[in-house]
């Protein structure tokens, strides 16, 4: 690990943050435009052409909030939660890979930014960290909302995982390996994809993800009929801002992983390999917004049944049937 | 190997860094001015009655022990799909019987009647 190495790595790792976060701000302006846009609205169009610089009024509004900390709460836990939503939000984007190889100053940078050899194990056990974060700022809060918000949070995301894992396993059994570079490279062009060799596990994927991320139509955490805003009723200012962009982080991170895993990664024809990965996980993140625009959300026993008696046994019967097949 | 694992290092530095350094800054802009009104828990409005901080029936109890059931199986699921290529016939029929005997026990479970939300 020498000089030159370290400081490619650290502009890569920050290129990459600076990236991830522009992609959260902007995707609040493009969840408003879209759903707006379902709604026969128009959104916002005040703040820059179309409402482009709406994010940086937001972040700026946000900066200069007052931060309360209600009198109840338990102080120290409250102020961790946040950090705790952020940071596994962003980190599990460092084993996605990005790109091709390139060569510069005659050394060979992967355009990944960690090409860890369990890629996929590290993936699984951050986004199960970001559970944690929910749990503590549901508690620590001391409000009624908070808490069942954070409990059902807590049920949803271990009931869905399980599902995420089986689908994951389905990858794991038609690469034969866990590393993401390998895995993009495996599917190559277009017909490898595993999304067309086993449709069925993107979906079950795919919807354990949303339910994980805790957007609609499985947003029951935060559903505001019922809870307000959930597990971050009690939070104002920057943390409430934290959360936020958490929450955007989670999606972009869905969108990356599922690309890699079953959409050939950065593959694709005439365009560099960036301006491809980019468009897929864009294509994802509209999806994202388009379910929200139009699904209405499930109750709980529906979800909580959905996902033990449909998505598992699912999940289950199809590991064994693609094993079967890849035999 | 520690080439990776320390580029993720440096990347969770910059993420922590991002998050004191935003916490930060906004410590600097914003006013403080605090009310008993302002810090009182939220509850609509009115009045909060009582702590939250109560005991109660959470029904997610034997979610959580299902949960541990079948995230060990997804655990032992990974290092056999990584090398089923290799291990062939014999490793599909024992991983049949393993899953078997645990969808078995979802199939239980649901007869009993633990997965009905009530």
Redo the contacts between chains.
């Keep these: 690990m020498d000089w030159t190495f370290l400081i490619v790595k650290l502009i890569q790792v920050i290129a990459v943050f600076a990236v991830l976060l522009t992609g959260c701000a902007y995707m609040t302006w493009l969840e408003r435009k879209l759903v707006a846009r379902i709604q026969s609205r128009l959104g916002p169009m005040n703040a820059g052409y179309q409402g482009l610089l709406q994010p940086v009024a937001d972040m700026i509004k946000l900066l200069f909030k007052e931060d309360i900390t209600p009198k109840h709460v338990d102080k120290f836990i409250y102020g961790i939660a946040p950090l705790a939503s952020f940071i596994p939000a962003t980190l599990s984007i460092a084993v996605v890979p990005f790109g091709d190889s390139i060569t510069l100053f005659g050394r060979t940078y992967d355009l990944v930014i960690s090409n860890l050899n369990v890629g996929i194990l590290y993936v699984l056990a951050i986004t199960s960290i970001g559970v944690y974060s929910i749990i503590m700022a549901g508690y620590s809060s001391n409000s009624k909302y908070s808490l069942l918000g954070g409990l059902r949070s807590s049920a949803q995301m271990i009931s869905y995982e399980i599902g995420m894992g089986l689908a994951i396993v389905v990858v794991i059994l038609l690469s034969g390996s866990l590393n993401l570079v390998d895995i993009v490279d495996k599917q190559g062009s277009f017909v490898g994809w595993y999304v067309f060799r086993n449709p069925v596990a993107f979906v079950v994927y795919f919807i354990c993800a949303v339910a994980e991320t805790n957007r609609s139509p499985f947003d029951l955490p935060e559903a505001e009929s019922e809870l307000v805003a959930g597990y971050h009723t009690e939070y104002s200012s920057m943390k409430f801002g934290m959360f936020f962009v958490a929450e955007y982080a989670n999606m972009i991170t869905v969108g990356a992983i599922a690309t890699t895993l079953f959409f050939g990664g950065w593959h694709g024809p005439f365009l560099p390999p960036i301006v491809w990965f980019l468009i897929k996980v864009a294509a994802f993140q509209v999806f994202y917004i388009w379910a929200r625009g139009t699904l209405p959300r499930l109750r709980y026993d529906q979800l909580m049944s959905f996902g033990w008696k449909v998505l598992l046994p699912i999940a289950v019967i199809n590991v064994m049937v693609t094993a079967f097949f890849v035999l | 190997?520690?080439?990776?694992?320390?580029?993720?290092g440096?990347?969770?530095v910059?993420?922590?860094g991002?998050?004191v350094v935003?916490?930060g800054?906004?410590?600097l802009?914003?006013?403080?001015?605090?009310t008993p009104q302002?810090?009182?828990?939220?509850?609509?409005g009115e009045p909060?009655v009582g702590?939250?901080?109560v005991q109660f029936n959470?029904r997610?109890y034997i979610?959580?022990l299902?949960?541990v059931i079948?995230?060990v199986e997804?655990a032992f699921?990974?290092p056999w799909?990584?090398?089923?290529?290799q291990l062939?016939?014999f490793a599909?029929v024992e991983?049949?019987i393993f899953?078997g005997i645990?969808?078995f026990g979802?199939l239980y479970a649901?007869k009993k009647g633990v997965?009905?939300?009530v």
């Design positions: 190997m520690l080439d990776s694992y320390g580029t993720v440096i990347f969770l910059v993420s922590v991002f998050v935003t916490l800054i906004a410590r802009f914003r006013p403080q001015r605090p302002k810090l009182s828990t939220y509850e609509c909060t702590s939250s901080w959470v997610y979610f959580a299902l949960f079948f995230d997804v699921l990974i799909a990584v090398v089923f290529k062939g016939l599909l991983m049949l899953v645990l969808l979802l649901w997965l009905k939300w």
